[in-house]
């Protein structure tokens, strides 16, 4: 039901249902994304519906997460897991199922936040036929996924268009870092409005627990020298790098070497097969022994994996913004990363971890080894991940900026036309307290 007290908004998040379990292939930071900032917003005073497409018949339609933030299962072609790529042959029946789910509620949501190019594309359906207003969050962009692949999907074409066309029509743009809004402006389009807003971690939960408690609640051993991974099975998170950086500082005798693979796939999927890939190599350079795939751990008992790590590493090959490092940085635990997309941003070279350029094994094995080695530069480390998280990456921080956003988007409207003026530096841009906020 819509509240009459409360401005209601719709988020969108074709494939990735933010009421799903996390850490499989089609389920990974872009739910958690739209899940938290959904929360969260509805914490500040919103009424939030998270529409998505129902992909297993026994999942409820509507999950109610909080009193005024749910998660609407929408009828988009087979009630069936789809990969990413053939789903959009499906998404003019999710706009359809999304208008009927409108008429049905007789209320017609004047704003809508859509994740990825495929709701991109939905939003750009609604807009022509009801002028409402659109804020977009990409999550990864083909122009850039698709320079690493020698194969392009036949839907590239449609993608590239569709991210062109969200960037130059929709209200606004939410570019997670300020690197992904050079690329936004350099490779997509110089047209279009595009503010800067993070995503966040939620640390109330992912926060330091003393290492050797960890350990041992995890039955690890005190004296290892924990790397640690954490993600989803996808040959652009880069494992293959890291696995090879681990055979080289273990035949250069690094002592107590335990390499931890955290991540969930299904066996005939894309991520089964990934996973199949990685531990073949695994095999193949003699660490069966020293390495460990933990399957999917949930957010409840994550924070104990990265507080007991000695070091988390990110070996991606592009990454939009990466979840994983300020999660692991929340815990207290450094940080090694591909110097690459939104980890650029989040990870500050020497204080909270270290860059590396990505697919460099040598670099990587470097890398790991000085934080292994220098337990006093380690303890450093620690104490400055967690306090740049705090500072820069809470979702309650992220809900606040975006809520500003859709007020101003909202204002607009009723103005008709006023011209733009960047919302971060304009008056209606003042923090606003949070108490305040959430009496809206
Ligand atoms: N994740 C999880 N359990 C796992 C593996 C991953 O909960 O077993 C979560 C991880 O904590 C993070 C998200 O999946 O919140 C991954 O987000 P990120 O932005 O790092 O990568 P993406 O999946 O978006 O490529």
């Excluded at 933010?18 to 919103?46: C, D």
């Excluded at 991109?120 to 083909?142: D, P, V």
């Excluded at 997670?176 to 971690?201: A, D, F, M, N, W």
């Excluded at 070279?349 to 006093?376: H, M, N, Y």
Aim: proline share 6%; charged share 20%.
């Amino acid at each position: 039901m819509i509240s009459n007290n409360r401005q209601a908004i719709a988020l969108i998040s074709d494939h990735a249902d933010p009421a799903a379990v996390i850490g499989t292939e089609e389920a990974g930071g872009q739910n958690v994304y739209v899940r938290q900032v959904g929360e969260n917003l509805a914490a500040l005073g919103w009424q939030v519906d998270m529409f998505t497409r129902k992909a297993n018949p026994d999942d409820p339609t509507i999950v109610q997460h909080s009193p005024y933030c749910r998660t609407i299962r929408l009828k988009a072609g087979p009630e069936t897991f789809i990969p990413r790529d053939r789903l959009f042959e499906h998404m003019p029946e999710f706009v359809k199922s999304f208008c009927d789910f409108q008429t049905s509620q007789a209320y017609y949501y004047p704003l809508l936040h859509t994740n990825y190019w495929l709701s991109a594309w939905a939003g750009l359906q609604l807009q022509q036929k009801t002028g409402i207003q659109l804020i977009h969050t990409y999550h990864s962009l083909g122009t850039v996924k698709y320079d690493a692949i020698l194969e392009k999907p036949k839907i590239a074409q449609t993608r590239i268009a569709t991210e062109k066309k969200i960037l130059e029509q929709a209200s606004c743009v939410v570019a997670t870092s300020p690197q992904e809004k050079e690329i936004l402006r350099t490779r997509v389009s110089q047209k279009g409005h595009i503010e800067i807003i993070p995503c966040g971690t939620d640390t109330s939960n992912f926060c330091a627990i003393p290492p050797l408690s960890a350990r041992k609640k995890l039955g690890w051993h005190p004296q290892d020298k924990i790397v640690l991974y954490v993600g989803r099975f996808d040959p652009r998170k880069g494992i293959e790098t890291l696995v090879r950086a681990c055979a080289v500082l273990k035949n250069q005798g690094c002592d107590n070497l335990k390499l931890v693979i955290v991540g969930g796939s299904i066996n005939d999927r894309i991520d089964g097969q990934e996973r199949q890939r990685i531990e073949q190599i695994v095999q193949e350079m003699g660490l069966s022994e020293v390495t460990l795939f933990t399957g999917q751990v949930g957010h409840d008992l994550l924070p104990l994996y990265y507080s007991a790590a000695d070091v988390c590493v990110i070996p991606s090959h592009y990454e939009p913004f990466g979840l994983v490092a300020i999660e692991a940085m929340a815990c207290g635990t450094p940080v090694i990363a591909s110097n690459v997309g939104g980890l650029r941003f989040t990870v500050l070279p020497e204080e909270t971890g270290l860059l590396v350029s990505p697919k460099d094994v040598e670099a990587f094995a470097q890398a790991i080894e000085r934080v292994l080695l220098d337990e006093v530069w380690a303890k450093k480390l620690r104490k400055q991940a967690s306090a740049n998280v705090n500072q820069r990456f809470t979702w309650n921080n992220v809900a606040i900026k975006l809520s500003h956003l859709y007020r101003y988007t909202l204002a607009r409207t009723i103005m008709h036309e006023q011209p733009w003026n960047p919302p971060l530096t304009s008056p209606l841009w003042t923090p606003v307290p949070v108490a305040a906020e959430a009496k809206q």
